[in-house]
């Protein structure tokens, strides 16, 4: 199956998903996940009508960015980020999905202030409290809220979260809304977005509320 095959049923699950649930199909971008897909894919990608891209690491995403930047595609980072990458990321994507930690919203922060912008991120749940994974614990979440909504060149748009591989991944969608409706209040009204659902299970993020779909492998196929 070709790139172009894979969006146009992506996009008729996502949007069955979507009238099932009683929502509209419009309000949910797709986001097409490229860790490790080359450019070319990306232009095809860009072709059959994907306009927005997620890269996991800041140099691998900047090359990219360069190869196509006479596309108007826009690139979000999502992957781990470290400190000392943050300059980098934040002069190059135009999001962060991955604000895992108090002191990571610090520095982007500060990174923004430099710039004289104000830049958009999401703060990512650990809601499976897996070593394995980066984020915010929820109780480490709600007892960061006041210093997060006090870093004031940030402009947090929602949250984000993946769920532990081999679970029932709904439960943590749905908690992941109820957070969103909770602090919703401390961050504004652009605080909306919902960042969740991958390949294996993007048509239950649907149903749940998600507003961003990260799919790479049901667009590009198996990673290598
Ligand atoms: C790789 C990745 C995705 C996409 O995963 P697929 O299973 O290929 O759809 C989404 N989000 C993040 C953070 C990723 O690293």
Do not use: C, W
């Not at 979260?161 to 969608?173: A, C, H, K, M, S």
Request: glycine share 8%.
């Amino acid at each position: 199956m070709g790139i172009r095959e894979n969006i146009q049923r992506v996009r008729e699950r996502i949007e069955r998903a979507a009238l099932r649930a009683g929502r509209n199909p419009g309000e949910i971008r797709l986001m097409g996940a490229t860790k490790t897909v080359p450019p070319e894919k990306i232009r095809e990608a860009y072709g059959a009508g994907l306009r927005l891209f997620g890269e996991n690491r800041v140099q691998e995403g900047i090359r990219k960015i360069q190869e196509l930047k006479d596309l108007p595609i826009e690139f979000h980072f999502i992957g781990v980020l470290q400190s000392n990458k943050v300059r980098k990321a934040v002069e190059n994507f135009s999001a962060v999905h991955s604000v895992s930690s108090l002191k990571l919203a610090r520095k982007i922060s500060s990174a923004a202030l430099q710039k004289g912008i104000s830049y958009p991120v999401f703060f990512e749940l650990n809601l499976g409290a897996e070593e394995s994974k980066s984020g915010f614990s929820e109780k480490e979440f709600f007892s960061s809220l006041e210093e997060l909504s006090s870093l004031s060149n940030l402009k947090p748009l929602g949250l984000m979260t993946i769920p532990p591989l081999g679970e029932d991944p709904q439960p943590y969608f749905i908690r992941l809304r109820e957070i969103l409706e909770e602090v919703k209040g401390v961050f504004g009204p652009q605080f909306k977005e919902l960042s969740m659902g991958m390949s294996d299970d993007y048509e239950i993020a649907v149903e749940e509320g998600a507003t961003i779909l990260r799919i790479g492998r049901a667009i590009f196929g198996e990673r290598k």
